[in-house]
């Protein structure tokens, strides 16, 4: 993802060229209509304005963007480390791919060329997080490699450095100083972002319902229990579920509403879960509610057939919004309304198959 910054993002959608006078002009005029806003959904390159309230009430889907003014000031995008330490594989990953860029982003305000090598690389990764703490520099290139980052696709160089030292640099469009914090914050802020939006869907009245599901595979029982136990708790920590149901056997690809017909052998997984109970009782609790948010982890975490799916979400409209939790991959959470999920086919192809098994306990 490309960084924008407000003065950038005002001009693009009064369709003006962006310079410091523009950007000024134009946000004065926004000073104008104090309750409104400019913001994005996922892509910075398409500013809209909305009502303040409207901002409020959704962070999650409507995302606010950082001011170079403030983005010159460290004191005002961090409070202390903790606050933009990367936490996870899947939060360094995004900051890398948004810092250093192979392609040119066409952002000149933010991005810069510059000829970078891994050493300067992986001390920008010790600044922001101690998960490499443990990494060489030629060992943090494997990982590079092994991760496809963006910055890998630029041709590596040889030349001297200031002590006449042969190096490997590539030349990158990277991040500015004085948004890198900044590109941080954003990152690790997003779980928080999305707990605040699980709040405002539940006072507007959906009952946030869980879902996790386990494959057939030869792992004792007890280790069966552990990882659904596992992903239980992913979804009470990530998303504030407290209405969970299980299929602790199925395939992927099975019908939904067929998934634990045999009760008998479930329900003392079920019992020993903790939680609301097998798929045959979702469906049930299902029917006697009126708005339905449902929660997964992954989307093979409910199934991998597209035509199943929305012939299940046809026959149950109280379920209205569809959650994937795919935090610990991506760092992002992909949210579906279902009436709109129905009429998109392109929407439906992220159900279709499954590239790799992701560790749904993770």
């Not at 002590?163 to 890198?180: A, E, F, S």
């Not at 979804?235 to 395939?251: D, G, N, Q, Y």
Request: proline share 3%; charged share 25%; glycine share 2%.
């Amino acid at each position: 993802m490309v960084f924008v910054t407000k003065e950038q993002a005002i001009c693009m959608f009064f369709c003006d060229k962006f310079s410091n006078e523009n950007a000024t002009k134009w946000l004065t005029n926004l000073d104008n209509l104090p309750e409104v806003d400019i913001c994005y959904m996922t892509d910075p390159k398409e500013p809209l304005l909305i009502h303040k309230n409207r901002l409020c009430q959704d962070p999650f889907q409507f995302h606010e963007y950082p001011s170079s003014k403030e983005s010159s000031s460290s004191d005002k995008v961090k409070s202390s480390e903790e606050d933009f330490a990367l936490s996870n594989m899947a939060q360094l990953l995004q900051f890398l791919n948004m810092v250093y860029l192979a392609e040119d982003p066409s952002n000149e305000h933010m991005y810069e060329v510059k000829s970078v090598t891994m050493k300067q690389i992986l001390v920008t990764v010790w600044e922001h997080s101690n998960l490499l703490n443990d990494k060489s520099i030629n060992s943090f290139g494997r990982w590079c490699a092994t991760k496809k980052l963006n910055f890998m696709n630029a041709p590596n160089k040889r030349k001297l450095n200031e002590n006449h030292d042969r190096v490997h640099t590539r030349c990158l469009y990277v991040l500015k100083p004085q948004y890198i914090d900044n590109a941080a914050h954003s990152i690790t802020s997003y779980l928080p972002i999305y707990q605040d939006y699980i709040k405002s869907l539940e006072k507007q009245g959906y009952v946030m319902v869980g879902y996790v599901r386990k494959s057939p595979s030869k792992e004792s029982p007890e280790t069966r229990i552990r990882l659904l136990r596992s992903m239980c708790q992913k979804l009470k920590e990530r998303s504030r579920v407290k209405t969970i149901f299980a299929s602790v056997c199925c395939k992927a690809n099975d019908v939904l509403i067929e998934r634990d017909m045999d009760d008998n052998a479930i329900s003392s997984i079920v019992k020993e879960l903790g939680i609301a109970g097998s798929m045959q009782d979702m469906l049930s609790f299902i029917t006697r509610q009126s708005k339905v948010c449902l929660v997964a982890l992954d989307h093979a975490g409910i199934t991998t057939n597209k035509a199943d799916l929305a012939e299940f979400l046809s026959n149950n409209q109280q379920i209205e919004k569809l959650v994937i939790d795919r935090l610990p991959f991506t760092n992002k959470v992909e949210e579906y309304d279902c009436s709109q999920l129905l009429d998109d086919e392109e929407k439906l192809n992220d159900f279709d198959c499954r590239q790799r098994a992701y560790q749904r306990s993770k």
